[in-house]
């Protein structure tokens, strides 16, 4: 298993700012994810984040509205930018921790955005 | 294109009842089939499915996988409230990308 952090675990901001969430996990892990998880709803992956190359992002999410860093094996940061009322939802890393041959996923405890 | 049924879409029982739920899915280069467990903020791992037929368990809860007709069952026995949850289905697959269900909507009433 793994142990995964996030900060802030919540916040609440002003329309047109950013926000930067920090993940940070206990073991060297190559792929990491970031999903949004709007009321309601399922989770929807954003992007996958490999150390050493740019950050994978699904349809509908761009680079310029969540960009994504990935220093290291161990730890990643989402910013939303320019935010605005739409972008209230929870965000929550993920990482794939290989015990051999499959994976599994493990979660990070996820940041509730609200933006007024 | 990737794709995850869950159902029922939500479920009310009582204590004590036991609760199937239901995944069909259909992606790329399949690997294996995870479910989780949602109660707050951040889902919580349940099982890893890769072969057809082998049941997990973990006290009241097992599932079972079937590669050929791309389905999976979680069953829940003996209800408590606290299995009170939204249950997610996720088969991984190509690039390791899970494919998140919508979801079952579980609640258990005392």
């Known amino acids: 298993s793994a142990v995964i952090s996030q900060k802030p675990s919540r916040d609440i901001c002003q329309r047109g700012t950013s926000l930067t969430i920090q993940c940070q996990v206990d073991?060297?892990?190559?792929?990491m994810f970031w999903y949004r998880q709007q009321p309601g709803q399922s989770l929807t992956l954003i992007a996958t984040?490999?150390?050493?190359?740019?950050?994978?992002?699904e349809s509908g999410f761009v680079i310029d509205k969540f960009p994504i860093s990935r220093p290291n094996l161990t730890f990643s940061t989402l910013t939303v930018s320019n935010m605005s009322p739409e972008d209230s939802s929870i965000y929550l890393c993920?990482?794939?921790?290989?015990?051999?041959?499959?994976?599994?996923?493990?979660f990070g405890p996820g940041t509730r955005l609200t933006v007024t | 294109e990737d794709k995850v049924v869950q159902s029922p879409l939500s479920l009310v029982v009582h204590e004590g009842d036991t609760v199937t739920l239901n995944c069909s899915y259909e992606?790329?280069?399949?690997?294996?089939l995870l479910w989780y467990k949602q109660e707050k903020k951040a889902p919580t791992f349940l099982f890893m499915l890769?072969?057809?037929?082998i049941e997990k368990k973990s006290g009241r809860l097992s599932s079972i996988l079937d590669k050929k007709e791309l389905f999976s069952i979680l069953n829940i026995t003996a209800t408590q409230t606290g299995d009170s949850a939204v249950y997610l289905c996720d088969p991984l697959g190509i690039g390791n990308k899970l494919v998140f269900g919508a979801g079952t909507i579980l609640r258990v009433k005392s």
């Open positions: 993920s990482a794939l921790i290989p015990p051999g041959p499959a994976y599994e996923q493990y």
């Open positions: 984040a490999n150390q050493g190359s740019e950050a994978t992002y």
């Open positions: 890769t072969s057809s037929g």
């Open positions: 073991s060297q892990v190559t792929m």
């Open positions: 992606v790329t280069n399949f690997r294996s």
